[in-house]
């Protein structure tokens, strides 16, 4: 073998094993080696067509990431028109889809393949001798643009199919969609730089995938699964059978469908995904009803637009319109002032909507938002309701663009908006709306945990000026007889209070460190923090170089502490808290790693009854670990507690180890006695 065939050899095994390892990941979800096994292999790919572009070809798995700008995406004609689906909402209506399509068959029985309905976008995938050459949106059915940069971004799509059973041209289709979990964090960041935020997941995926630079489109981890093949495939007779061809090819094929003998089947399936449909990562707004046949789907053809074999049987609307009756805002325990929508109550998705978050003064800039328009309001996967548009045609001719307060609407105090943010913020500390949100916060289940200091008393007590600051709770027993007099309280009511708030003394230095509420110290912070300064003296003395040569703690972080700990009102807080006798001191764990815990991925699911699910995840992530929201072939460990659902069945399909509590406590028990105290 000459130099140059050594080379080309070495490329082709590289690019093979790499196919391989992303199907395994990707389509299976069964990775045979480790992330860094996967990253050496791809860095010598990179290496060796960086030395030899000549062997770049364009299935390369190094082809994924950014070929650099697109300017315009060409417009492309599609070979067969991409149709659209009719619509049914009711029973009624499959029933009604059932017997038109058995009266034209000419029989009483028809097989259905019931999927679900992505809520994506739609693309056209076209691959020549295997390799993916082509993909196009929908557009308009007829013609749609050619976004192959940013499709290839998109990490379970082949670049080439696997096996040689495949015609040498075929199109597949599918829907490209955005997991909700990168949905919300993609605007997180967004509104932390101000940009316009994204109204749900598939105005995301739809927008990403138009953005001009693949390597950001790689960045937003779009995915995608592929429902139809445009060919004759030898052997292949039915739907369900064209995605198990799909499967084999090495597409990700969604894995919830089911084949139905009967329209009762289908409309059990719509029922199940209706009720289980918050559990996917991924949004769905309905059920696809296909005709399982080929043969059939052909004799049915389709008419204008749709297809006669296949509906959609959509899920009652999470959307609504109403009218937006007045812009309010909130003042956070922070200072952050959120505009709030205060709404016509409305009926969606089985409950009364009035309120619902405006988020910043550039969001209700950018929709243009006045009292008095018509808004849609939407349910996405999390319960908090979104505005995600607004109708201005209803609007007054003398109408105004709606402005942002610009004085606190608690204390009257000028705001400031800081460059760069999206946010205005209340300055004065003594604005009674945060010292409210302070306490509420110091008081709160996952802080101080005292009981009978919820949100009504707060606000009582901060009304009458017996609190202003977290301490002065300590010091409420000397107002016994003024509390007793406070309406609606008692003897009885301030004698439990007074209890609980003399209880909430001996909580850990941990937890009093993340109940004062000091900017990006939540409760993973601060059991961190805890450990290397385990007392207020050792902490406040910390420089910032020390404070981040603690594991987890970044620049801003420690920022924020010396920030805290240089402030006389904090300072003076701190000092009564001790003088009052809460915990001021903690166990200096100076290797709070735990292997058990440390570098691992773990998911909590279930109920667990030692612990709430926050601090269950406090706890993972002190000692090193890290807790996320849904099972992947990345997660080391689910913990179980009682009734784990479908979170638990992924775990045992994937083979990922599942702890129940005895076990969870039995390594953080060896890990307490194992930590010395300094
Ligand atoms: S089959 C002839 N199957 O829904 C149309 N479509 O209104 C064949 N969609 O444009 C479409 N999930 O973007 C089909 N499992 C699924 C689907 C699905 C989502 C989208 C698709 C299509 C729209 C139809």
Redesign the pocket.
């Known amino acids: 073998m000459s130099a140059s065939e050594a080379l080309r050899a070495r490329h082709a095994a590289l690019v093979d094993e790499i196919l391989h390892h992303d199907f395994q990941y990707y389509i299976l979800a069964e990775p045979e080696i480790s992330d860094e096994q996967y990253d050496t292999l791809m860095r010598e790919l990179v290496a060796l067509e960086e030395q030899h572009p000549d062997l770049r070809s364009s299935d390369s798995p190094t082809q994924r990431v950014g070929g650099g700008i697109t300017r315009d995406f060409p417009t492309v004609s599609h070979d067969t028109p991409?149709?659209?689906?009719a619509n049914s909402y009711s029973e009624q209506d499959i029933r009604d889809f059932h017997r038109r399509v058995s009266e034209s068959l000419g029989i009483a029985e028809v097989e259905y393949h019931a999927?679900?309905?992505?809520d994506?976008?739609?693309i056209s995938l076209r691959y020549a001798d295997g390799v993916l050459e082509r993909a196009a949106t929908?557009g308009d059915g007829i013609q749609g643009d050619d976004i192959t940069p940013n499709a290839r971004t998109i990490r379970a799509l082949p670049l080439r199919v696997r096996g040689k059973h495949h015609p040498a041209l075929f199109e597949v289709?599918g829907?490209v969609v955005m997991y909700k979990e990168d949905f919300a964090r993609l605007n997180e960041e967004r509104e932390a730089a101000g940009d316009k935020l994204f109204a749900n997941p598939r105005n995301s995926a739809a927008g990403t995938l138009k953005l001009q630079d693949s390597s950001v489109v790689s960045r937003r981890n779009l995915r995608s699964f592929v429902?139809?093949v445009g060919a004759d495939v030898a052997g292949v007779e039915t739907q369900s059978g064209a995605l198990q061809w799909l499967r084999d090819c090495g597409f990700p094929v969604n894995p919830h469908h089911a084949l139905c003998t009967d329209i009762d089947a289908v409309i059990a399936f719509w029922r199940h995904w209706e009720e289980h449909r918050d559990e996917l990562p991924y949004e769905i707004d309905g059920v696809?009803v296909?005709v399982n046949s080929l043969r059939g789907q052909r004799e049915l053809g389709s008419v204008a637009k749709?297809?006669r074999w296949?509906i959609?049987f959509k899920f009652a609307s999470r959307q609504a319109n109403t009218v937006l009756r007045d812009i309010t805002f909130q003042v956070g325990r922070m200072g952050t002032v959120t505009p709030v929508a205060e709404l016509e109550p409305v009926l969606l998705a089985g409950s009364t909507i009035s309120r619902a978050t405006l988020h910043n003064e550039d969001f209700i800039r950018d929709l243009d938002l006045r009292p008095g328009d018509v808004v849609t309001i939407e349910k996405g996967g999390d319960v908090i309701p979104k505005v995600t548009a607004a109708d201005h045609s209803a609007r007054k001719e003398n109408s105004t663009p709606f402005a942002f307060t610009s004085v606190c609407p608690a204390c009257l105090s000028a705001l400031r908006r800081p460059e760069g943010l999206a946010a205005w913020f209340c300055e004065n500390q003594r604005c009674p709306a945060q010292v409210r949100g302070r306490i509420e916060h110091f008081a709160s289940r996952t802080a101080m945990d005292i009981e009978g200091l919820g949100e009504a008393v707060v606000d009582v007590l901060v009304r009458q000026g017996l609190v202003s600051t977290v301490a002065d709770l300590y010091w409420l027993h000397e107002h016994r007889e003024t509390l007793e007099r406070v309406e609606r309280f008692g003897k009885r009511s301030v004698q439990k209070l007074l209890e609980g708030i003399e209880s909430s003394k001996s909580r850990s230095f941990e937890r009093v460190l993340y109940a004062l509420g000091i900017r990006f110290v939540g409760q993973g912070v601060a059991a961190l923090l805890a450990g290397r300064f385990p007392s207020f003296d050792a902490l406040g003395s910390a420089t910032i170089e020390e404070l981040e040569a603690t594991d987890g703690v970044g620049p801003r972080i420690a920022r924020s502490v010396r920030s805290f700990f240089e402030d006389a009102e904090a300072l003076a807080v701190v000092r009564k808290l001790r003088d009052a006798g809460v915990t001021s001191h903690g166990t200096a764990r100076t290797v709070r790693t735990h292997d058990f815990f440390s570098g691992k991925t773990f998911v909590i699911t279930g109920t667990l009854i030692g612990y709430t699910r926050d601090e269950a995840k406090a706890l993972i992530e002190g000692f090193g670990g890290k807790v996320t929201g849904s099972v992947s072939a990345k997660t080391s460990f689910v913990l179980a507690g009682e009734a784990a659902g479908s979170k638990l069945d992924k775990a045992r399909a994937l083979g990922i180890r599942v702890i129940d509590e005895d076990e969870f406590v039995s390594h953080i028990t060896a890990s307490e006695t194992s930590a010395d105290t300094a």
């Open positions: 991409m149709l659209s689906l999927e679900l309905k992505l994506g976008v739609a929908r289709r829907e429902y139809a696809v296909k749709s297809p296949a959609a």
